[in-house]
T-cell receptor
Framework: GEDVEQSLFLSVREGDSSVINCTYTDSSSTYLYWYKQEPGAGLQLLTYIFSNMDMKQDQRLTVLLNKKDKHLSLRIADTQTGDSAIYFCAESMGYGGSQGNLIFGKGTKLSVKP | SAVISQKPSRDICQRGTSLTIQCQVDSQVTMMFWYRQQPGQSLTLIATANQGSEATYESGFVIDKFPISRPNLTFSTLTVSNMSPEDSSIYLC?????????FGQGTRLTVV
């Protein structure tokens, strides 16, 4: 069945890099996503990667995808206190050409210490 | 990107009552999705709502408990019926493009 696994907690110092890891089981995933959820807020789409790509960089964010191992990671460079939040990994198999039927991990709570 | 507005943003309801959550999108979309996020948990898909047809429910969710309307391509409602404290969750509406998947801010429901 489909399953997305993430470590639950990560603590880093301000200015360091954060790496959040995720593994998934369904090799037919089309897109993989990283979302950020701050306390009391909804989900903010941070970035996504198509399943035939290895890497995607967007400013401080770098996504690495190892399709063979079904491993996805999100690296945040120069982590700031404002990056403290829960980060969710999600995969989509697509549905009628629309990405919206997502399988989510349990989320990684990132704590950034000053 | 799509802008999704949900109403209400939060509510406290008595057990046994029903609450209807509205989701408005700023562009026409074929499919809209409803998710539930129980306290401290991840998101679980409740159902997929297509305009002009009945919603498709995921395992563990039924139409009698979570009726959904989809009257046009920019709007959908989710009703949480005959509520119990176990229904206390955040309910989120989502739409997907060719690549991206966007979420509303969610409706934080507390059942007392």
């Amino acid at each position: 069945g489909e399953d997305v696994e993430q470590s639950l907690f990560l603590s880093v110092r301000e200015g360091d890099s954060s790496v959040i890891n995720c593994t998934y089981t369904d090799s037919s995933s089309t897109y993989l996503y990283w979302y950020k959820q701050e306390p009391g807020a909804g989900l903010q789409l941070l970035t996504y990667i198509f399943s035939n790509m290895d890497m995607k960089q967007d400013q401080r964010l770098t996504v690495l995808l190892n399709k063979k191992d079904k491993h996805l990671s999100l690296r945040i460079a120069d982590t700031q206190t404002g990056d403290s939040a829960i980060y969710f990994c999600a995969e989509s198999m697509g549905y009628g050409g629309s990405q919206g039927n997502l399988i989510f991990g349990k989320g990684t709570k990132l704590s950034v210490k000053p | 990107s799509a802008v999704i507005s949900q109403k209400p943003s939060r509510d406290i309801c008595q057990r046994g009552t029903s609450l209807t959550i509205q989701c408005q999108v700023d562009s026409q979309v074929t499919m809209m999705f409803w998710y539930r996020q129980q306290p401290g948990q991840s998101l679980t898909l409740i159902a997929t709502a297509n305009q002009g047809s009945e919603a498709t429910y995921e395992s563990g969710f039924v139409i009698d408990k979570f009726p959904i309307s989809r009257p046009n391509l920019t709007f959908s409602t989710l009703t949480v019926s005959n509520m119990s404290p176990e229904d206390s969750s955040i309910y989120l509406c989502s739409v997907g493009g060719v690549a991206e998947a966007f979420f509303g801010q969610g409706t934080r429901l507390t059942v007392v």
